[in-house]
């Protein structure tokens, strides 16, 4: 894993996509600073909530992505 991995949780419970993506940080290498969080938008909101809020404390930082369908958590940066 290095520079920006991307993860694809929409379709995924909120459960799942905790447990995917809680193993994609733990799975993060020194070259890896941004994991990009795939969690779509048509069908809700409770993924892009989960990622946006519940991570905000755990990384340096949360962008909003360029797509409405992702977000970008920020480990270090570039």
């Known amino acids: 894993m290095d520079g920006i991995v991307e993860l694809?949780?929409?379709?995924?419970?909120?459960?799942q996509?905790?447990?995917a993506i809680d193993a994609t940080l733990r799975r993060a290498?020194?070259?890896?600073y941004?994991?990009?969080v795939i969690h779509g938008y048509h069908g809700g909101t409770a993924l892009r909530d989960l990622v946006r809020k519940e991570y905000a404390g755990k990384v340096r930082r949360v962008e909003l992505g360029l797509n409405p369908g992702s977000t970008d958590l920020v480990l270090r940066e570039f």
Do not use: F, K, W
């Open 8 to 15: 694809d949780v929409h379709g995924m419970t909120v459960y």
């Open 17 to 19: 996509a905790r447990i």
């Open 29 to 32: 290498t020194i070259g890896t």
């Open 34 to 36: 941004r994991i990009r």
